[in-house]
């Protein structure tokens, strides 16, 4: 098997901080970040060895990872066009959060991580901001469109 990064060295990427900037302050999108400059921080001092850029179950969840990141990104893009509430933008991420970590104690657990690499994993593993405040004002929000919607009969 080939590796699995062909072609990595040749996609560009914009400055992917700045849509998450004006969101920094949320709780969720704060953890977040910490998580994927610890990321970022794995793949620049122990990133995957030659046999781990092979190994396609390693590959895929460090995509998973790289993946979310991206997806966050595109997230507050569009609330920022949209004017999307804070509460909900938070609510997001929290499950980004729960996600990240996730894919980052499946990395800690591959047979093929070395000590180093464990240990970036480590720092990736966070808890979300749980807020039950924000899940009540949420829930409020969406209770006020349960009969705006009606099945064909």
Request: hydrophobic letters at 40%.
């Amino acid at each position: 098997q080939g590796a699995t990064t062909k072609g990595q060295d040749k996609v560009q990427f914009g400055p992917w901080r700045k849509a998450y900037e004006p969101y920094a302050h949320l709780p969720n999108v704060s953890v977040f970040l910490q998580q994927s400059e610890q990321f970022r921080s794995f793949l620049n001092e122990c990133g995957p060895d030659a046999s781990q850029v092979k190994d396609l179950d390693f590959m895929l969840t460090v995509g998973e990872i790289f993946t979310l990141i991206a997806y966050g990104s595109l997230v507050l893009e569009q609330a920022a066009f949209d004017k999307i509430d804070a509460d909900l933008i938070d609510s997001i991420f929290e499950f980004q959060v729960r996600d990240f970590s996730k894919h980052a104690l499946n990395l800690y657990q591959k047979r093929s991580v070395n000590a180093d690499q464990q240990t970036a994993c480590q720092k990736m593993i966070q808890r979300a901001a749980i807020d039950t405040g924000r899940a009540n004002r949420l829930h409020t929000i969406v209770m006020q469109y349960k009969d705006m919607y009606r099945m064909n009969d």
